[in-house]
């Protein structure tokens, strides 16, 4: 058990909704991309995946 009393089990759960949440933010929706963010650049928002023709990074 943990200091707000969850079982190890409860606990994974939570952190594991918590991860996939968080990879999902970071995620670009645009239906023809699905490439992290890390894969477009900031300021004009292109993405750096050679074959993507997405042209803008959606959150």
Same mark, same amino acid.
């Given at each position: ?19 996939? +949440? ?10 023809? *991309?699905?490439? !992290? %963010?890390?894969?477009?650049? +900031? ?10 023709? *997405?042209?803008? !990074? %959606?959150?």
């Amino acid at each position: 058990m943990d200091k707000k009393g969850y079982s190890k089990e409860k606990a994974n759960s939570i952190a594991q909704s918590v991860v996939t +949440r968080e990879a999902q933010r970071r995620i670009c929706k645009n239906e023809r *991309c699905k490439h !992290f %963010s890390h894969d477009h650049i +900031r300021n004009s928002e292109t993405c750096l995946v050679i074959d993507c023709d *997405c042209a803008k !990074f %959606s959150s």
